[in-house]
């Protein structure tokens, strides 16, 4: 699951053709600038940074052995669309050259927001045509009113997770965060709640093998259950 989500992640940064048939629409989730986590969780940080990268490098792996490969391999019906995925999995293996700085720049209270942008692209962007849903620095809107930010960049909606941090109680933890969504047809902020995570593993999506993972995970499962309901209200 983790390497579908990934795989969606990486795509949304691609350009895909519009039909026009339905509203298409941005949304942008912005990288938290940190998180305050209980020092007995810092075993964790490196394994969900690691975890990030090997994915990554795992990818383009599979991108260039199929570049590699030649059209006479496979039976003539199936050279055509061979020929096609070779010429996708280029543009895919470029895309993924550029992103390789900041794929090693990434922190591990990330995963909120790279988390959060793989499951918006999987409930928006099952058919075409599709929206755009990415994540952006939180530099790039920290000196800036969000609506200036949105106009420039034709933005729909902006998601933000702020004041990150956990606790724990008798070895059970807990996270919460400010969860905030903007609306730029409102130009406001029209949600704003605060959103607490487990460290519970309730399968499917929403698997996670450490308390850590757990508590990311399930603050997005919990922000999903908000922001998603409220962007529908606005298209």
Do not use: H
Request: glycine residues 4%.
């Amino acid at each position: 699951m983790k390497k579908l989500l990934f795989l969606i992640l990486i795509s949304s940064q691609l350009s895909f053709a519009q039909d026009g048939k339905q509203k298409t629409f941005k949304i942008a989730v912005v990288k938290p600038a940190g998180a305050k986590i209980e020092k007995s969780l810092n075993i964790y940080t490196d394994s969900i940074e690691l975890a990030y990268q090997n994915q990554y490098y795992s990818y383009r792996e599979q991108l260039k052995e199929t570049l590699s490969k030649e059209a006479d391999f496979y039976p003539e019906d199936m050279r055509a669309d061979f020929e096609e995925n070779k010429k996708n999995a280029k543009i895919e293996l470029k895309q993924l050259d550029s992103l390789e700085n900041k794929i090693l720049e990434y922190n591990y209270f990330e995963l909120l927001s790279y988390y959060s942008t793989s499951v918006l692209n999987m409930i928006f962007n099952e058919y075409e045509p599709y929206s755009t849903i990415y994540e952006i620095q939180y530099s790039e809107i920290q000196n800036i009113e969000l609506s200036k930010y949105a106009d420039k960049n034709g933005i729909d909606f902006i998601v933000l997770y702020e004041e990150i941090k956990t606790t724990e109680e008798n070895g059970n933890y807990e996270m919460s965060l400010s969860l905030k969504l903007y609306s730029n047809k409102e130009k406001k902020i029209i949600l704003e709640k605060e959103i607490y995570g487990n460290t519970n593993s309730y399968g499917g999506m929403w698997t996670c093998g450490n308390p850590l993972t757990c508590l990311f995970i399930n603050s997005v499962k919990n922000s999903l259950k908000v922001i998603v309901p409220k962007i529908k209200q606005q298209l």
